[in-house]
């Protein structure tokens, strides 16, 4: 198993850009699918972005297409999303979650599917 822990939220303008971190635990990290949600005050968590085990493949929410880019260090066991041209829109609690995917390749964006969560990091985008 692996247990996420998510680093670098804060607070940034519009238009700015963050990078978040999740470290993740465990030998067998290079077998897991990972995922970021996100939880707006008020609102339901939904899926972000999504990186499988095989680093070849990669999802995103309609909302942040083409704004932010997710990547992950095997060697590191550390997944990076890079958020770009952030929005008031985008503050929210991130979160990132683990499945174990390994030998397929998995892209539902369905938060079921993933076992292990972060405690999650706050992102502050101010107009």
């Known amino acids: 198993q692996v247990q996420p822990v998510e680093s670098g939220g804060g607070q940034v303008q519009a238009g700015g850009s963050l990078r978040l971190s999740c470290a993740a635990s465990g030998r067998t990290f290079s077998r897991y699918g990972m995922g970021w949600f996100r939880q707006a005050p008020g609102k339901e968590r939904e899926f972000v972005a999504g990186?499988?085990?095989?680093?070849?493949?990669?999802y995103y929410a309609d909302t942040v297409k083409g704004r932010f880019t997710i990547s992950r260090d095997n060697a590191k066991n550390t997944v990076y999303p890079q958020m770009n041209s952030l929005k008031p829109a985008d503050t929210a609690v991130y979160y990132c979650?683990?499945?174990?995917?390994?030998?397929?390749?998995?892209?539902?964006?369905?938060?079921?599917?993933?076992?292990?969560w972060g405690q999650g990091t706050q992102v502050t985008v101010s107009s």
């Open positions: 979650a683990a499945r174990f995917e390994f030998p397929r390749t998995v892209t539902s964006q369905a938060e079921e599917g993933f076992r292990y």
């Open positions: 990186i499988s085990w095989s680093v070849g493949t990669t």
